[in-house]
């Protein structure tokens, strides 16, 4: 039985030309990039290459760039790193209900060595309230942090208001872009952001490597012990293959950014039309326009999620109800939730994240199966 893949947003495949440029770095050019010796200069500069690629993708300086083992470490590091830092000027933190684990969860241990957390309210469509935002600014307040993209209903968050907002009453401003690179391009300097984390393999690099951005001049400390990788920040041997992996992946997806952006936009907007025609009780959760172009996440009325999904794999197609880093759990999407979804709705949630190797003939059967299933 053929495969079908639609949860992108979960991983996505490392593509075969990343592939095979990382492949000499786990054993012919195998050496340590701390080390003096010619095969450790080999990885230093193999290194310092992917880190260029980074920062070119997104508009930033060479040195302001610091690799991390995902994007849940580049949020960490970033969140409590500020936080500890500026912990003499005040510590308040302000950031959304609809935020991923990574950043929920660091708030939540933050609060708990003393720091004082606002939790922003979301519309019906997942957009942050900027009255509430700009009401919870205190002189306290260190930092806002506010993700790019919403990892489950896709809404893209206006991140230059935000960032206004936070720069107007000097704040620091970090967002989680995991979703958003490589679906949207982004500029730091054209979007005024501070600090910004990623994860390789949401855009066909491998698990295990991330990079966060620090805008030069944010103070931040280090969150784990060790030596003085990544100017100091980050200790741990660099893992110089997944480096130069996700170097060359930025590279390759900005580097074909309009073909590979219109090609999922094509497939979101004939798997959203055939799913509103043939199931008009389905609800669309996130914006209709304002959301990734890939992804489009209905709720069925009557239906169980998880019942769903087995359903679907058992006819060879992968999807999700929501984050992957919440797959087990009982509880309704804290998402869905947030956006006002009642449980009945948000436990029939249905999450479809397409990618560069889907076509129009996945779609035809993802949408056939889709129907089949909830007619029975």
Not at 71 to 84: M, R, T
Not at 106 to 116: A, D, M, N
Not at 208 to 236: N, P
Request: charged residues 25%.
């Amino acid at each position: 039985m053929k495969i079908r893949y639609f949860d992108h947003a979960a991983t996505t495949p490392v593509s075969e030309v990343v592939l095979k440029e990382m492949l000499p770095y786990f054993n012919r050019e195998y050496g340590n990039a701390s080390s003096m010796y010619s095969l450790g200069r080999s990885a230093k500069r193999a290194l310092e290459e992917a880190r260029n690629r980074v920062a070119n993708a997104i508009g930033a300086k060479k040195h302001e760039i610091y690799f991390t083992s995902c994007g849940s470490e580049s949020d960490n590091l970033a969140i409590k790193g500020v936080a500890y830092a500026n912990r003499e000027k005040g510590n308040h933190i302000i950031t959304s209900k609809i935020e991923h684990p990574a950043v929920l969860n660091t708030c939540r241990t933050l609060e708990k060595q003393g720091f004082e957390v606002t939790y922003l309210n979301v519309d019906s469509n997942g957009f942050v309230d900027l009255e509430q935002l700009v009401g919870s600014i205190r002189k306290s307040t260190i930092l806002i942090t506010i993700m790019f993209a919403n990892n489950e209903i896709g809404t893209i968050e206006p991140i230059q208001k935000i960032a206004e907002i936070a720069h107007n009453h000097h704040i620091i401003f970090h967002t989680d872009s995991v979703q958003a690179v490589g679906n949207v391009k982004i500029n730091v300097e054209d979007y005024h952001i501070d600090l910004l984390s990623m994860s390789g393999h949401k855009l066909y690099a491998p698990k295990g490597i991330g990079a966060l951005y620090v805008k030069e001049g944010i103070a931040f400390e280090k969150i784990q012990d060790g030596g003085h990788q990544e100017k100091d920040k980050r200790a741990g041997t660099e893992n110089v293959a997944e480096i130069v992996g996700l170097g060359k992946a930025i590279e390759e997806i900005y580097g074909n950014y309009e073909q590979y952006n219109q090609h999922l936009l094509n497939l979101r907007e004939q798997y959203i039309q055939q799913i509103e025609q043939l199931i008009p009780q389905a609800k669309l959760n996130g914006d209709r326009n304002k959301r990734l172009p890939g992804n489009a996440n209905f709720s069925f009325p009557n239906m169980n999620g998880q019942e769903l999904l087995l359903k679907l794999d058992e006819v060879g197609i992968c999807a999700s109800s929501g984050s992957a880093c919440s797959t087990g759990s009982e509880a309704p999407s804290h998402v869905l939730t947030a956006i006002g979804l009642k449980p009945e709705l948000a436990q029939g949630a249905l999450r479809i994240t397409f990618g560069k190797d889907n076509t129009v003939e996945d779609v035809n059967y993802l949408v056939n199966k889709i129907v089949q299933i909830i007619k029975k």
